[in-house]
């Protein structure tokens, strides 16, 4: 009998450790919205970037944009070295708020970035700072070549993994 006593007090224990394991916890955000997003300079600055790059990769995106503050174009991300490569925590959400409002788009296949056509008829409405896009042109064309570069690399080891592991890229 005294084995059947220690099974209801360990069996008291566990359950008092289920009830405090199943607290719930109440987090407020910030729920991001179109209209928002229009409002905001540096989401428009970075959606026109996305339009004028066509479809890219998220890495490439992160590294444009790194690479466009090392050139005197600051859209305001702060970068750490993540692997080779620069990563802004900041553009990753600033990313996802462009995904979430339907401005961009990830294409399925490869998961590249595109503008919506929400997204081309808000760019078409917006004041995008003439500034920025003066300076953008100038510098574009050398990044995009860079770009289109880190894209292809992306897309063959996307091919690669996906040929390892046995899965067809998503169609």
């Given at each position: 009998m005294g084995g059947k006593k220690q099974n209801k007090v360990k069996e008291d224990q566990i359950d008092q450790k289920a009830s405090t394991a199943k607290e719930l916890k109440i987090v407020a955000t910030q729920v991001i919205t179109k209209d928002k997003v229009i409002q905001n300079q540096k989401l428009m600055s970075l959606l026109y970037l996305i339009s004028?790059?066509?479809m890219v990769h998220e890495r490439t995106l992160q590294i444009v944009v790194s690479e466009l503050k090392n050139k005197g174009i600051?859209?305001?991300?702060q970068f750490n070295?993540?692997?080779?490569?620069?990563y802004s925590p900041a553009l990753k959400n600033d990313i996802v708020a462009l995904l979430y409002t339907g401005l961009a788009e990830a294409e399925p296949r490869y998961r590249k970035i595109r503008v919506?056509?929400?997204?081309k008829e808000v760019l078409e409405k917006a004041e995008i700072q003439k500034s920025f896009q003066e300076s953008l042109s100038k510098v574009l064309n050398e990044i995009k070549n860079k770009a289109s570069l880190t894209d292809?690399?992306?897309?063959?080891?996307?091919?690669?993994?996906?040929?390892?592991?046995g899965?067809?890229?998503r169609s």
């Open positions: 004028q790059l066509g600051d859209l305001g991300y070295q993540l692997g080779n490569d620069p919506t056509g929400d997204g292809a690399e992306i897309d063959f080891e996307l091919r690669k993994a996906n040929k390892l592991s899965k067809k890229p």
